[in-house]
Nanobody, 124 residues
Framework: QVQLVESGGGLVQAGGSLRLSCAAS????????MGWFRQAPGKERELIAA????????YHKDSVKGRFTISRDRAKNTVYLQMNSLKPEDTAVYYC?????????????????WGQGTQVTVSS
């Protein structure tokens, strides 16, 4: 069982930055890929960034491309989401997820380990 714990959310003004962290632990951490999802009130959860654990291949949704960057530190079993130029529409609960399903880009439904989520609120 993989445990994922997010941190780094909070309240920030539009144009500001936040860095989310997701620490993974468990019997043996062996994810194929890690992803960051978000869910805004009244909206469906969406995958916004993903990274393969070994090779470091990345994916960023168009709406965050150029503003958000996913990265990972394998030595620390941690994945990050650097969020710059934040907008009010980025307000959501952000979730970290992991998958062992070997496919790239990994379909959203294949992510099966989840963190508890961290709130990001961007004020205008």
């Amino acid at each position: 069982q993989v445990q994922l714990v997010e941190s780094g959310g909070g309240l920030v003004q539009a144009g500001g930055s936040l860095r989310l962290s997701c620490a993974a632990s468990g019997r043996t951490f062996s994810a194929y890929a890690m992803g960051w999802f978000r869910q805004a009130p009244g909206k469906e959860r969406e995958l916004i960034a993903a990274i393969t654990w070994l090779g470091g291949l990345t994916y960023h949704k168009d709406s965050v491309k150029g503003r958000f960057t996913i990265s990972r530190d394998r030595a620390k079993n941690t994945v990050y989401l650097q969020m710059n130029s934040l907008k009010p529409e980025d307000t959501a609960v952000y979730y970290c997820a992991a998958t062992q399903y070997v496919s790239w880009p990994t379909p959203e439904r294949r992510y099966d380990s989840w963190g508890q989520g961290t709130q990001v609120t961007v004020s205008s």
